[in-house]
C-alpha cells in the first residue's frame, strides 16, 4: 500500500520557523516529483513548491520563494519542506504529493498520482 505520511506541523509564532517531513512508502519514488500544496480554511488548495526526483529542479508559489525550501532524500524516500519568516497567511493544512510531472507544471493542477493526508500548520500573528 503506497503512503506519504506528512509531519512536523504545529503552532508557530509569526517569524518562526518549521520543517514539515513527508515519507513516502510502499513504492520507491525515485522517478517521481515530489512537492506540497496547502489548503487553509475556506480556501482552495494552493501550490507550494515541489521537486524533480533527481532534486536538481526545484519551483516554488511566489507567495513562499525566499521564505521556503524544499529538499528530499531519495535514499530515506522523504522530502522536506524547510518553512522561514513564517506568516499568519502560512496557516493552513500542509499536503504532500507525488507525481510525474514537471515541477514547472505542477502550479494550478491536482490531479497527483499520491497525496498524504495532511500536517496543520497554524502561525500566530
Known amino acids: 500500500q503506497v503512503q506519504l505520511v506528512e509531519s512536523g506541523g504545529g503552532l508557530v509564532q509569526a517569524g518562526g520557523s518549521l520543517r514539515l517531513s513527508c515519507a513516502a512508502s510502499?513504492?520507491?519514488?525515485?522517478?517521481?516529483?515530489m512537492g506540497w500544496f496547502r489548503q487553509a480554511p475556506g480556501k482552495e488548495r494552493e501550490f507550494v513548491a515541489a521537486i524533480s526526483w533527481s532534486g536538481i529542479s526545484t519551483y516554488y508559489a511566489d507567495s513562499v520563494k525566499g521564505r521556503f525550501t524544499i529538499s528530499r532524500d531519495i535514499a530515506k524516500n522523504t522530502v522536506y519542506l524547510q518553512m522561514n519568516s513564517l506568516k499568519p497567511e502560512d496557516t493552513a493544512v500542509y499536503y504532500c504529493?507525488?507525481?510525474?510531472?514537471?515541477?514547472?507544471?505542477?502550479?494550478?493542477?491536482?490531479?497527483?498520482?499520491?497525496w498524504g493526508k495532511g500536517t496543520l500548520v497554524t502561525v500566530s500573528s
Open positions: 510502499g513504492r520507491t519514488f525515485s522517478s517521481y516529483a
Open positions: 504529493a507525488a507525481d510525474k510531472r514537471r515541477v514547472g507544471d505542477w502550479p494550478g493542477y491536482y490531479g497527483m498520482d499520491y
